[in-house]
């Protein structure tokens, strides 16, 4: 399966300036967001389902791909289009088994040897990063730079995307440097025009392509 | 798929006395417990995974049933008997269809229409309380008492875990009461001798029934 990777846009609803959840992802949408994560650590299942079923039709109207981060069991339960783990979620190849081959599973990597053991564990596309630093992610490590995403890209073929602090101003040297896409927290709903941030970047991504 | 819920140990390690996990559920079982719940709210699912799979491993060898609280997807992963949601979980239903009908459902209820509700969205037993008040779980509630579960026992026929302040001194009214089994947190993983507790406790529930 596979997914335009462009503008990724992850919701974390309280790093969205006070504004509900899924007010975030229609202004996300409206400004062009190719995909859509849903990361909430601090939620109940119950309100992860609720939420992602209200989230599988917006994104599903707006032909968008859409992600839950972490709960695989979620993902299945609202139709998402896949699940994205980081190194203290499931292991990979678990994932991989417990969400069959028709759903699309990312992995968040920084270094080489994490993105092989990803691919080679059943990833469809990783997240790679932090590219600079970012404030979004209180555990996302030292940047790896420019240099470290180049690192990847020359090691694997699966499509990157790249993550932190990552905005309108930088994303054509993160794409020149192999990222199919970019994702972002708070430079789209931490922004006072979610939609307008949204498009800001989308065309600074697609510029840099062509 | 039949369980018996005689002493149906939770093993949420903070409220183990700074025992190591596997140490408590080794000491359980060695006391007799038929069921482990595994309840870690805060650890991430890597964690959760590692746990899992050495206490399969430990409750296989024990003939003791595995259920995991909340996290269906490690539940799957570790290969657990089932997995066991509470009213802000996965909505039973939901849970159900995800599991298959080769894995256990348990849902915690306390009241009858609650009861009656996870039964008809598919549930294999139900965990039925606080019977009595309870510092294990911050959110049981007021409790239900022995009417409560004496109710819930005329309205449903599948097996009943009652929880909630049961002890071998009261373990065998919530018996005579209907439970076909009893759930205890502190009573076991709390005690100084965690083995003997739980022979104590399983003890009182088997004296009760015959």
Request: proline letters at 4%; glycine letters at 12%.
């Amino acid at each position: 399966m596979m997914a335009p990777w462009d503008l990724y846009v992850i919701i974390t609803t309280n790093l969205g300036g006070g504004r509900p959840t899924l007010e975030l992802v229609r202004q996300a949408l409206a400004g062009g967001a190719t995909a859509i994560q849903l990361r909430e650590k601090d939620l109940p299942a119950r309100e992860l389902v609720e939420l992602g079923r209200e989230i599988r039709q917006l994104t599903r109207a707006a032909g968008a791909t859409f992600i839950v981060n972490d709960r695989l069991d979620v993902a299945l339960a609202v139709e998402a289009d896949g699940v994205h783990i980081g190194q203290e979620d499931l292991p990979a190849r678990v994932a991989r088994e417990l969400l069959g081959p028709g759903k699309i599973l990312g992995v968040s990597t920084g270094t080489v040897l994490e993105a092989r053991q990803a691919v080679a564990d059943g990833a469809d596309y990783l997240g790679v990063g932090s590219i600079y630093a970012t404030r979004s992610k209180e555990d996302a490590g030292e940047p790896i730079g420019l240099a470290g995403l180049k690192a990847i890209r020359a090691a694997v073929t699966v499509p990157l995307v790249a993550i932190g602090g990552i905005n309108s101003n930088n994303a054509a040297e993160v794409i020149a440097a192999g990222a199919d896409g970019v994702a972002v927290v708070s430079a789209v709903i931490g922004a006072p025009d979610v939609a307008a941030a949204a498009r800001e970047l989308l065309a600074a991504v697609r510029r840099a392509r062509h």
